[in-house]
């Protein structure tokens, strides 16, 4: 039990921030079961889906239209029974380590790929590391 409750969940972080009243993305869950009722076209595209439980972004894939989403959450839904659907947020990316109770400085994330995929994390040369990051 302690294993669990220490495992990640971006759904269950995504409560918590609501909970605090810090802004996130518009968001809804996806389950196998509810997979079977899903109006693909009910949708406003550009979303992202994830895996709400897989890290690295393992499963991840931005999505543009309808015709799209239901191979994707197919495919996600190969590595966790349970998914996050996200707005798609443009904007350039950035990481915050903390350590202990102190962030460290912030890094911009900056790669050719449509998001810091896998790929770019783990074995991509063309992603770009930035610190400092630009922002004040």
């Not at 294993?3 to 971006?10: I, P, R, T």
């Not at 889906?49 to 989403?69: L, N, T, W, Y």
């Amino acid at each position: 039990m302690l294993a669990s409750a220490l495992s990640m969940d971006k759904v269950v972080t995504k409560r918590l921030w609501q909970s605090m009243d810090l802004p996130t993305a518009d968001y809804f869950e996806i389950t196998q079961q509810s997979l079977l009722n899903l109006d693909v076209n009910a949708i406003h595209y550009p979303v992202m889906v994830k895996p709400a439980r897989e890290g690295s972004s393992i499963g991840m894939f931005k999505v543009d239209h309808a015709d799209q989403m239901r191979d994707a959450l197919t495919q996600a839904l190969t590595f966790d029974d349970h998914l996050l659907v996200e707005s798609w947020i443009d904007g350039a990316e950035y990481t915050v380590a903390i350590l202990g109770d102190r962030a460290l400085p912030m890094i911009r994330l900056k790669t050719p790929h449509v998001f810091y995929d896998y790929d770019a994390k783990y074995q991509a040369n063309t992603t770009e590391y930035l610190c400092l990051c630009g922002l004040s």
